[in-house]
């Protein structure tokens, strides 16, 4: 098995997945075997071979172990981004009265916006993948058609890929700047509160990316919040106060801070088209000041 930094810095925080957990992402067989075409060793880029317990790159021998369920495509010595530490903290399980209300925030509010956006953007089947999925509650309420449509969780955590909802078929752990999929391989990709932590040039770097993997009229959407949002607002403001009464400092965030929020529909736009993406939409209205912005590409 792989021991990045990310599964150093997070196995034994986040505690073993439930048994229920356990059942979910192992008992997904016919999802994983649609995935499995998809998946690409994310050095060398090619296709993986398939064994009963993991994924092993024709080029350069790297083995991918399936462990409790998850696809640990990590590359082994890759330098992590320092932001896998602070995404590991945030999920450190607390049960605290924030978190509840943070949870319930994803999934009442957050979760019918992103429904709503794949429903009317998104192809009716194929394998998508949320890069960048946390618990992937947002993601809770995404209609999947019977099956048509397979739901792939990829984060670079990879004890919160054993938390996810139970509407993900299949998941992966690994980071967005380096996907570990082929070349034209997804149908649809979508993030929800990633790109806003990233400076402008690795945003660019993702896109890429997502453009890469995508295939030829497949969509990305980006819910990503505006300078506009309120949440985010009040997020920084609680955040503060808790620094200032713990004494962490006026500085403390709950997780990396949001560098690049959306300043505009147009911004949305202009970011799609220097990445070699179409513009589909990008949507705000009262989504916008409540959560995020829908930003819409195709490739
Ligand atoms: C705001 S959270 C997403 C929340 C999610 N939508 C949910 O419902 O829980 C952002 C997530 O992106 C992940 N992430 C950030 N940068 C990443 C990267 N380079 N590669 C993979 N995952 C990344 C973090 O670990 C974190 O779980
Ligand atoms: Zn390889």
Redesign the pocket.
């Known amino acids: 098995m792989q021991t990045s930094t990310a599964a150093r810095a997070t196995g034994e925080t986040l505690g073993a997945p439930s048994r229920a957990q356990v059942a979910r992402t192992t008992g997904s067989a016919s999802a994983l075997n649609r995935v499995a075409g998809a998946l690409a060793c994310p050095a060398c880029r090619v296709p993986l071979t398939r064994a009963a317990d993991s994924f092993t790159c024709p080029s350069c021998a790297r083995r991918f172990a399936i462990v409790d369920g998850v696809v640990d495509m990590h590359l082994e010595g890759q330098v992590a ?1 320092w ?2 530490d602070a ?2 903290e ?2 450190t399980p607390r049960r605290s009265p924030l978190e509840h209300l943070l949870s319930f925030y ?1 999934k009442s509010i ?1 979760a019918r916006i992103v429904r709503d956006a794949f429903s009317r953007f998104m192809p009716a089947s194929g394998v998508f993948v ?10 809770s309420l995404i209609e999947k058609n019977g099956g048509e449509r397979v739901l792939v969780a ?4 990879p004890a ?1 890929l054993r938390m996810t ?1 139970p509407v993900i078929d299949v998941c992966v752990s ?4 380096r996907m570990p999929f082929a070349d034209n391989s997804l149908d649809g990709l979508w ?4 790109l806003e ?2 400076t402008h040039e690795e945003i660019d770097r ?1 896109l890429q990316e997502f453009r890469r993997v995508l295939r030829p009229g497949g969509r990305v959407l980006i819910f990503w919040p505006a300078t506009s949002s309120v949440p985010q607002k009040i997020l920084v403001a609680g955040a503060a106060t808790v620094g200032v009464l713990t004494g962490r400092g006026a500085g403390h965030r709950f ?1 990396p801070p949001e560098i690049s929020q959306l300043h505009s529909n147009a911004e949305g736009h202009e970011i799609l088209r220097r990445n070699g993406l179409r513009g589909v939409a990008v949507t705000g209205g009262i989504a916008g000041l409540i959560a995020f912005k829908t930003v819409v590409g195709e490739k």
Not at 130 to 139: D, F, K, L
Not at 154 to 157: H, I, K, N, S
């Open positions: 981004h932001q896998v995404w590991a945030h999920w994803r957050c949320e890069a960048g999925s946390g618990t992937a509650e947002t993601s990829q984060d670079f955590v919160v909802h690994g980071d967005i700047f993030n929800v509160g990633v932590h990233y993702a997780h």
